[in-house]
């Protein structure tokens, strides 16, 4: 049977600033999920949050980009940001951008990460979710999971995925995608996923075809044409009998690698492994947080989760991300810690060095 695993997220509000989604949003939330379900639109879901951003776990048998589907998710933030705005929670709405839904969610402002999927006997699958940073976060772990094999042990002893995985990218300036097989095109799939301002990777196939993993790419700078947060993005991958296990994947967040986001969307923290209890970024904003949520699929319908960060051997993970993070908020508002021009052109500086435009003169040779 096919079974679609759609995975929504905005940023609707939260307490204080940009901490942590407020409990009544959440409820309001679940109340919303749980009513669909009686109705049939889907057949199970979870309600849940990474700091500031709700997200809301679906699965149905509707497809991708089903109306009704992305009208629920619309429908629902558009709840519970009105509580926010009368509660005057931090941010209320910030993440939706226009007024009235248009049969789709993508490019109004909520991040989307879903996929169709046949089942298989067993259908483990791993929800990852951001806060703090860009689309461009799942970079380098996807590269680690989908073709590092000393990452993903079973790239070299698993027959089932010796033969590699097919990458898509997204141009995110200038809409455009590519696909690139590996291991043969490693080093040309390198040379774009390190440009993280520019490429991210969308989704990687088996050479098969069937899909394996999938991201948000949203930006919301672009949509709205100012900044007006951060994206922070979500991912849905596929794990064991014909994919990486489920410690291969999680392997690949063990280094909390340097990312955009943290603080105003300006500078780059590393991104540490939390449960969801400790997703709740307050050190300048941050350092960024991501986590992950294990579940089987059965039937359609989804069974867990399992908060798979909230395990003690990604401590010395989070160590080394404090530590990351006490280095580089010693740089202040200096790159490397600050983004760089072409980065910081969709956030609040420029505004700033407008109004010293005019002062600037030549240099007498």
């Not at 999927?117 to 067993?122: G, N």
């Not at 301002?197 to 075809?209: E, L, M």
């Amino acid at each position: 049977m096919k079974t679609t695993i759609s995975v929504i997220k905005a940023d609707v509000g939260s307490i204080p600033g940009h901490v942590k989604v407020p409990e009544e949003l959440l409820e309001i939330a679940e109340k919303s999920l749980k009513v669909a379900t009686q109705k049939g639109i889907i057949k199970s879901y979870h309600v849940t949050n990474c700091g500031d951003d709700l997200e809301l776990i679906m699965s149905h048998d509707k497809g991708e980009d089903n109306p009704k589907i992305h009208e629920l998710a619309w429908e629902t933030f558009k709840k519970a940001a009105a509580l926010a705005k009368k509660r005057k929670y931090y941010g209320a709405g910030q993440d939706l951008l226009v007024e009235a839904f248009s049969g789709n969610v993508r490019g109004m402002g909520p991040g989307v990460a879903e996929f169709e999927i046949e089942e298989r006997p067993s259908e483990p699958i791993i929800v990852l979710m951001c806060d703090k940073t860009s689309p461009s976060a799942f970079n380098l772990p996807f590269y680690k999971i989908f073709a590092d094999p000393f990452n993903t042990a079973g790239l070299v002893i698993d027959s089932k995925i010796h033969g590699g995985f097919r990458f898509e990218v997204h141009d995110i300036k200038e809409g455009k995608r590519i696909f690139l097989n590996c291991p043969e095109e490693i080093y040309d799939l390198l040379a774009l996923i390190g440009l993280s301002s520019r490429y991210a990777i969308k989704r990687v196939f088996r050479r098969d075809g069937v899909v394996a993993a999938v991201a948000s790419t949203e930006r919301l700078s672009f949509i709205a044409g100012k900044y007006v947060g951060k994206d922070d993005p979500v991912a849905i991958t596929r794990a064991q009998s014909g994919f990486p296990a489920v410690g291969e994947i999680l392997e690949a967040f063990a280094f909390p690698q340097l990312v955009p986001g943290w603080m105003r969307g300006s500078h780059r923290g590393p991104l540490m492994p939390v449960s969801r209890e400790e997703a709740r970024p307050t050190r300048f904003d941050g350092p960024p947080r991501i986590m992950a949520y294990g579940f089987q699929v059965c039937e359609g319908e989804l069974i867990g989760p399992v908060d798979l960060f909230g395990d003690p051997s990604f401590d010395l993970a989070r160590q080394q991300a404090i530590e990351v993070s006490e280095y580089i908020r010693r740089h202040g508002p200096f790159e490397p810690h600050l983004l760089s021009p072409e980065e910081l052109e969709y956030t609040t500086l420029p505004e700033v060095i407008k109004k010293l435009k005019d002062r600037f003169e030549p240099i007498k040779k």
